[in-house]
């Protein structure tokens, strides 16, 4: 489709030229206890708040209120290759299970503004979880399953939770991951001690509850359904959170990412229509994980606000059992729209280059595949187009802003595709790129890309209780404008090219880690002087970390079984997810003269990427050094 064909450039100049009334007309979509005062606010919050003094509730939107349309359609279907199972929930269904749980947090003390943490695989009742905590105004904090106990009690500690919300394990491919040990050795670890868990006793695994504080989950459902006990949805303020979703800052400790309930449905609900493009009563799939914001905005929330069917899949793209498993789900449950990360992509690539096993399945139902959570490489993107047929749509958002920043509208009609970038902004965001002094620099010049303020509904208006971090991290380096820490260009078409990330962020198959937070780790072994970890290209996940260790005078062992101690040490920390798997013990770092490390060029060499010695280093001979010890590991050097 050409640019003419599009309505995009209509809808985007509509949304500047009134974006209050473009989001005003946007919230009709949404049922409202009470209207906003005001659809913007510009004295409330930081930098203002959308829906002010409107009352809502998000579970009722996402749920109660289709069952009268839609009662006997799936909103859930959960595909678990992993276990074998396949459930399909009506929204009858899930308005029962989710107002019978509610019911059971109630009894469990929990009440509007509690925070509870869901620490849960990929199983329906993680979504029910959600959704029982948005229904009686309680926040949701969601931990990704592969975090470590210590990085689940640095967010318990942070978001002191009434209950924690668990399940006895999870299933990674071929492993059985108990969770109930971390759970047990997280709370230990924190001193915010939750009132109570909940825990779902999965078939693979039972786990044995401690008496005084764990409930069983299925009993305590039970005993309230056989009561008829059901929780009503709680009437929240639009401005009130409805989850904190944790993401890496530039530290071990990560930020409360806050999302309110107004601003969030009405923003996905936006999305998903003009957007990805889908109907309601289609099936919408993002085969991502709760634990991820692209799985509260599109695994959960977006889909059930629009009356699509959810797709929920606990399985890889590769392995469970073979690279045609994203096939079989499309074929089987009449997927529209696939959302996942390009590792997933390259990882099916990896295994069946000809796409062979795709010959055995019916996609007739498929109509586009939306990529996002790392930059999307053109030759990633080009493969998809080839073997699919369909759109292949690259969008650039982030865990703060909770919906995409930029893409190519579908919905609104597709613009001509630009390989390597994720198109133009969508209506709410302005985008620029600025030099260090804050200038805009003009078109095909990279900077640090902005967004001006205010931030759209959907956006995070805050950190969890740390508005001064809010506006440190974000708001301060450029007045006037969000700082995204992403680095990259506008063309002379207005298309984004997102190429980097100008803080010590990394993205490892799609998931967003700290190479800060890695250092600590490293840095807390009684053998490590000093320390420095780098991602390096990885033909799989993009980026993989790569940690550089000098190791204290007198120590007195072999630098292989310290580096095997540090690889064990990342993992018990923060987890599987990290992937650390490379350290490397080196004479010296290199540095600046006033003692900065070098770390951007280390990333040049071992990525083999041009690189020139610094002015401003202090000894140019370690750069070499580093060179030669990247080259006996095999790396490029
Ligand atoms: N619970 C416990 N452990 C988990 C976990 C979870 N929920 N998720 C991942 N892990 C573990 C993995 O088992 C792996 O452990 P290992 O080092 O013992 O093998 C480790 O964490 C790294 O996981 P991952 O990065 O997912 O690598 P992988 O080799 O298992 O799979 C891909 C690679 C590309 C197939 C996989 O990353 C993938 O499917 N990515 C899809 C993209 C995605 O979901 N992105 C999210 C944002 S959109
Ligand atoms: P997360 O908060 O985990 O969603 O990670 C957000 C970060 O992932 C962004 O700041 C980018 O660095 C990166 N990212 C996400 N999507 C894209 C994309 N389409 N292109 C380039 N980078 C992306």
Known sequence: ?????????????????????????????????????????????????????????????????????????????????????????????????????????????????????????????????????????????????GFAAKELATRIDDAKPKIILSASCGVEGARVIPYKPLLDEAIALSSSKPEACLVFQRPQLACALDEGRDRDWASAVDAARAEGRRAECVPVAATDPLYVLYTSGTTGIPKGVVRDNGGHMVALKWSMGHFFGVEPGEVFWAASDVGWVVGHSYIVYGPLLHGCTAILYEGKPVGTPDAGAYWRVISDHGVVTLFTAPTAFRAIKKEDPKAELLKQYDLSSFRALFLAGERADPDTVKWAEDILQVPVIDHWWQTETGWPVAGNPLGLGALPVKHGSPTVPMPGYTLDVLDEGGRSVGPNTMGAIVIKLPLPPGALPTLWQADQRFRESYLSVYPGYYNTSDAGYLDEDGYIWVMGRTDDIINVAGHRLSTGGMEEVLASHQAVAECAVIGVKDALKGEVPCGFVVLKSGIDRLPEEIEAELVGLVREKIGPVAAFKLAITVARLP????????????????????????????DPMILSEIGDALKARGLSG
């Open 591 to 618: 540095k600046t003269r006033s003692g900065k490390i070098l770390r951007g060029t280390m990333k040049k060499i071992a990525d083999g990427d041009p690189w020139s010695t610094p002015a401003t280093i202090d």
């Open 1 to 145: 489709m050409s640019s003419a064909q599009s309505r995009y450039h209509e809808v985007y100049a509509g949304w500047q030229s009134d974006p209050v009334r473009f989001w005003e007309e946007a919230a009709r979509e949404i049922d409202w206890i009470k209207p906003a005062e005001k659809v913007f606010d510009s004295q409330a919050g930081i930098y203002g708040r959308w829906f002010a003094g409107a009352e809502c509730n998000t579970c009722y939107n996402a749920v109660d209120r289709h069952v009268a349309t839609r009662g006997e359609q799936a909103a859930i279907i959960y595909d678990s290759p992993v276990t074998n199972t396949k459930r399909s929930i009506t929204y009858a269904e899930l308005r029962d299970e989710v107002a019978t749980l509610a019911a059971v947090l109630q009894d469990m003390g929990v009440a509007k503004g509690d925070r509870v943490v869901i620490y849960m695989p990929m199983i329906p009742e993680t979504s029910f979880a959600m959704l029982a905590c948005a229904r009686i105004g309680a926040i949701h904090s969601v931990v990704f399953g």
